[in-house]
C-alpha cells in the first residue's frame, strides 16, 4: 500500500508522542516484535479511521503500536508521520510538530533510508506550515522534492506538490498554487489515487476562490465531490460542501450554501471532528442572514463561537466578524464596532490576513454607519492596501463600496464615482452584492445631484439584484429608497414599494426603519405634499425609454438577472398583474423560468 497517501483530517489527545527512548533515540522501549503484514494491516485501518472522520481510533491504535512494540527506525518513522498527520487533522498542531521535529537532526534523519527520509520531511514541512512557519516549509519541501527527484522516487512527488500548493495559497501566491496542485493532480492521477486527486481539486477550487473567482472554484469543488463519490470519506466530503457553501455565499446564493451546509454538518456529525463543525455552523449562520432568518443564524454563529473559543481556534476572528455583520444590519453599532475590533485583533495576533480583511471590511462598514466618514474613509484604504498585498478580490471590491460611499457623504460626487469605476474595473463578475451596492451608491449620489428620476432607476436596478440574490435586507432597503423617492402621481407606487419594505423590516426586526416607512407613507397620503412633488416625475418618454433600456444592459452579469431586469420592466411599465417568463424543455414543452 503507499503509507503516504493523502489522508482526511481528525481528533484526541497524544499520549507520550514523542515517544524517545532514554537514550534519546527513536526507538520503543517494548520488547515485543510486529511483522510487516501486521505492520501493513494498521496502517491501512488508521488510513480507513482517518477518511472515516475517526481520529482519537487511529490515534489510540498509533501510540499502542508505538509503545507496545519494537520498531526499525523505518517503521516507527512512519507510525510517528501518521500520528502526526493524525493530530494535524484536529488542529492540534503543535503536537503533531514535536512528533516529527527530532527528525530534523540529520544525525537522526540519516538512519532512515531515503524514501522514509522523503516522507517525514514532507509531514515535517506542513506542520511547520500549520504553525505559520510558510518560508521553513516551502524550503523543506522544495528540498526533499529535490531528493525524490535525484532517488527516483517519482511516485511520493504528488505528496510534496500538493503540500507546497497549500503552503502557496496560505501565501496567497494562488496562481503558484494551482501549478503546484495541478503537477500533484497529475501524480495522483497516475498512481490511482482518488483521495489524492480529490484533494488537489480542493486545493484549486480554494485558490479560485480566494483570488475572487468563486465561480470556477464551484466547477473544481465539483469535481472532488465526482472523485470520492460513494467512497466512505465523510470527513473530506464535510469539508468540500462546507467550502462550497462559502463560494455559494459570494456569489448570493443563499439556498444553495445551505443546501451544501446541511449535508457538511451530517457528514461532520459521523465524525470527530469538532472543529470543522465551527466552520459549517458559522457559515450556515452568514447564509440564513442573507435570506433573513436573523434569529436561527444567531443561534448558529453564536454555537461555532462556543466551540471555537473552548478549542482556542483561529476561526473565532471569522466568527466574530459574521456577529459583527449581524449587529450592523440590526443597527446595534456599538456592539458591532467592539465585536469586529476583537476579530481585527485576534487575526493580527495569530497572521491571519484572510480574517483580517474580512473583519477590517465590516469595520469599515461600521464606522460609516455611526456617521464617521472620515475613519470609515481610512479603515476602507486600509483594508483594500492589505487586499491587494493577499492577491484578494473578494474585500477589496466590498471596501471600495465603503470608500466610495464615505467619498459621497464627505461631499465628493466625483470621487464617488471614480471609485465605483475602479471596482467596476476590478471586474466584480457575478458578485451580486457588489453590483446591488454600486447601483445604490449610485442613486444616493443622483439624489445629492437633484434627479430623483435617475436616482430611482439605480434602486430599480439595485431591487432586481438583490432580489435574484435573496438578499432579503438589501431588497427591503432597495424598495424604502425607491418608495421614498417616487413623487406626484406615483405616489401609490411609492406606498407599494415602502409597504413591502416595512413588511421586510419588520420582520427583520428594524424598528427604526418600521417607524421611518409609517411616516413616509402618512406624507405621501397628503395632498399638498403630492401637488408640491409632481412636476418632479414629469420626464419626457424618450428618456424614460432611455433609462429602461440601460437597465437591461445592464443586467448583464448572469442570464437569470437579464430575465428578471425584463419582467421587473414589464412590470412596471405595464398594467399587467401577472407576468411569466417560459422557455421550452427537453421536449418543446413551455416550462415557467420566471414569475412575478
Excluded at 258 to 278: G, M, P, Q, W, Y
Excluded at 304 to 309: E, P
Excluded at 487 to 510: D, M, N
Aim: with cysteine.
Amino acid at each position: 500500500m503507499n503509507k503516504n497517501s493523502l489522508l482526511t483530517r481528525g481528533i484526541s489527545k497524544s499520549r507520550n508522542a514523542s515517544n524517545r527512548g532514554a537514550n534519546g533515540d527513536l526507538h520503543s522501549n517494548r520488547s515485543g516484535n510486529i511483522s510487516s503484514d501486521r505492520l501493513n494491516e494498521i496502517f491501512a485501518a488508521v488510513g480507513q479511521k482517518l477518511r472515516d472522520g475517526l481520529s482519537s481510533e487511529a490515534e489510540n491504535i498509533l501510540t499502542d503500536t508505538i509503545e507496545g512494540y519494537r520498531h526499525t527506525a523505518d517503521d516507527l518513522a512512519g507510525l510517528k508521520r501518521l500520528l502526526a498527520f493524525t493530530l494535524e487533522t484536529v488542529g492540534r498542531y503543535k503536537e503533531s510538530l514535536d512528533v516529527v521535529k527530532p527528525f530534523e537532526d540529520e544525525e537522526v534523519l540519516k538512519r532512515l533510508n531515503i524514501e522514509t527520509q522523503v516522507r517525514v520531511m514532507t509531514q515535517l514541512a506542513i506542520s511547520y506550515n500549520n504553525l505559520g512557519d510558510h518560508p521553513k516549509a516551502v524550503t523543506l519541501l522544495k528540498e526533499t522534492l529535490q531528493k525524490a527527484k535525484e532517488n527516483d522516487i517519482t511516485h511520493l512527488s504528488g505528496s510534496i506538490d500538493s503540500g507546497l500548493a497549500r503552503v502557496y495559497r496560505k501565501l496567497n501566491e494562488c496562481a503558484i498554487c494551482r501549478d503546484y496542485a495541478e503537477k500533484s493532480l497529475n501524480y495522483f492521477r497516475e498512481n490511482g489515487n482518488w483521495l489524492g486527486m480529490a484533494e488537489a481539486y480542493r486545493e484549486i477550487a480554494l485558490s479560485y476562490h480566494q483570488e475572487g473567482n468563486s465561480e470556477k472554484s464551484l466547477e473544481y469543488f465539483e469535481l472532488g465531490i465526482k472523485i470520492i463519490g460513494d467512497r466512505s470519506a465523510p470527513f473530506m466530503l464535510g469539508k468540500f460542501y462546507s467550502d462550497m457553501s462559502g463560494a455559494y455565499w459570494f456569489l448570493r446564493r443563499p439556498q444553495d450554501g445551505i443546501a451544501c451546509l446541511e449535508k457538511s454538518i451530517a457528514f461532520f456529525d459521523r465524525t470527530e471532528h469538532v472543529l470543522n463543525s465551527v466552520i459549517a455552523y458559522n457559515n450556515l449562520g452568514i447564509n440564513l442572514m442573507l435570506i433573513g432568518e436573523w434569529t436561527k443564524a444567531e443561534e448558529m454563529i453564536k454555537r461555532s463561537l462556543d466551540i471555537a473559543v473552548k478549542a482556542k481556534h483561529v476561526h473565532v476572528a471569522g466568527i466574530l466578524e459574521s456577529l459583527g455583520e449581524l449587529k450592523i444590519l440590526r443597527g446595534d453599532l456599538t456592539e458591532a464596532e467592539d465585536l469586529l475590533t476583537q476579530a481585527v485583533a485576534i487575526a493580527c495576533d495569530r497572521k491571519r490576513e484572510w480574517y483580517q480583511v474580512q473583519a477590517m471590511r465590516n469595520l469599515a462598514r461600521c464606522y460609516l454607519a455611526q456617521g464617521k466618514f472620515g475613519e470609515a474613509a481610512e479603515k476602507a484604504r486600509e483594508t483594500i492596501d492589505l487586499c491587494h498585498k493577499i492577491g484578494d478580490k473578494h474585500y477589496v471590491n466590498m471596501a471600495g463600496l465603503v470608500l466610495a460611499e464615505s467619498y459621497l457623504n464627505e461631499g465628493g460626487l466625483d470621487e464617488c464615482e471614480n471609485y465605483l469605476k475602479v471596482i467596476e474595473d476590478n471586474d466584480p463578475g457575478a458578485d451580486f452584492f457588489v453590483l446591488g451596492n454600486i447601483q445604490r451608491i449610485r442613486g444616493l449620489a443622483s439624489i445629492e445631484n437633484g434627479d430623483k428620476q435617475l436616482a430611482v432607476h439605480h434602486f430599480n436596478r439595485s431591487l432586481t439584484i438583490f432580489e435574484t440574490a435573496e438578499d432579503l435586507y438589501h431588497t427591503a432597503l432597495a424598495h424604502y429608497l425607491i418608495g421614498g423617492n417616487f413623487a406626484g402621481p406615483q405616489a401609490s407606487r411609492a406606498v407599494k414599494h415602502l409597504t413591502t419594505a416595512g413588511e421586510i423590516f419588520k420582520k427583520l426586526g428594524i424598528k427604526s426603519f418600521v417607524d421611518s416607512i409609517s411616516e413616509k407613507i402618512e406624507k405621501l397620503k397628503d395632498p399638498d405634499i403630492v401637488r408640491q412633488t409632481a412636476g418632479e416625475a414629469r420626464r419626457t418618454n424618450s428618456v424614460v425609454s432611455q433609462l429602461l433600456m440601460v437597465r437591461l444592459a445592464e443586467a448583464t452579469a448572469s442570464r437569470e438577472l437579464l430575465f428578471r431586469e425584463l419582467i421587473a420592466v414589464l412590470q412596471q411599465e405595464s398594467k399587467a398583474k401577472k407576468i411569466i417568463l417560459a422557455e421550452p424543455d427537453e421536449n418543446k414543452k413551455l416550462q415557467a423560468f420566471i414569475t412575478h
